[in-house]
Nanobody, 124 residues
Framework: QVQLVESGGGLVQPGGSLRLSCAAS????????MGWHRQVPGKERELVAS???????NYPDSVKGRFTISRDNAKNTVYLQMNSLKFEDTAVYYC??????????????????WGQGTQVTVSS
């Protein structure tokens, strides 16, 4: 069974920083793109950052220059460094990853996995 486990959420003041981590575990052959999304009640989940296995990153304009995504392929872990946090960054943050789990020889199917979510609250 493949699992994504997030950590690092919490309460922070505006202008502060937080670092989220997400570790993939289980029988994994390979991990392709990893990313972070966020969701607030009543709104759709939105992409915050993504990173390919080769290290190419993508950010929406709302977080560009403030958030940095990185990954440690040896640890199957993706990070999200969030700086200059704003009230509107408050949300539940979910990590996701496109993973090829252990499977019969000759197959290389990939699946999109999600973490359980971690709350980030920006408040004074």
């Amino acid at each position: 069974q493949v699992q994504l486990v997030e950590s690092g959420g919490g309460l922070v003041q505006p202008g502060g920083s937080l670092r989220l981590s997400c570790a993939a575990s289980g029988s994994i052959i390979s991990i392709n793109t990893m990313g972070w999304h966020r969701q607030v009640p009543g709104k759709e989940r939105e992409l915050v950052a993504s990173i390919t296995s080769g290290g190419s990153t993508n950010y929406p304009d709302s977080v560009k220059g403030r958030f940095t995504i990185s990954r440690d392929n040896a640890k199957n872990t993706v990070y999200l460094q969030m700086n200059s946090l704003k009230f509107e960054d408050t949300a539940v943050y979910y990590c996701n990853a496109r993973i090829a789990p252990a499977q019969p020889v000759g197959f290389m199917r990939t699946f999109n996995y999600w973490g359980q979510g971690t709350q980030v609250t920006v408040s004074s």
